[in-house]
């Protein structure tokens, strides 16, 4: 992916910072040293153009391995309650 700064050069993208599955900040900085522009840049996501051929016990493994062990016995005390 490539970032430009507002003067049109490319930016570097130092840092993500990922505030979901489908929304992350990129930390930039532009590539010309007489710019200097730091910026942050918001990328998310849009739309579907074609599902996944992932199945949904899958895309549920996959989510509940990103969980943090606490969110996951979380989970676990909340799906007893079905």
């Known amino acids: 992916m490539r970032v430009l700064c507002t ?3 490319k930016a ?3 840092k993500t910072d990922r505030l ?12 010309d040293p007489e710019c200097g522009h730091t910026f942050v840049a918001n990328v998310s996501f849009s739309h579907t153009l074609s599902p996944s051929a992932k199945t949904s016990s899958q895309l549920v493994k996959q989510l509940v391995n990103a969980m943090s062990p606490e969110n996951r016995k979380q989970l676990q005390q909340e799906l ?3």
């Open 80 to 82: 007893r309650l079905f």
């Open 20 to 31: 979901s599955l489908a929304h992350a900040n990129l930390y930039c900085s532009c590539s």
């Open 12 to 14: 570097i993208i130092g």
């Open 7 to 9: 003067c049109g050069k």
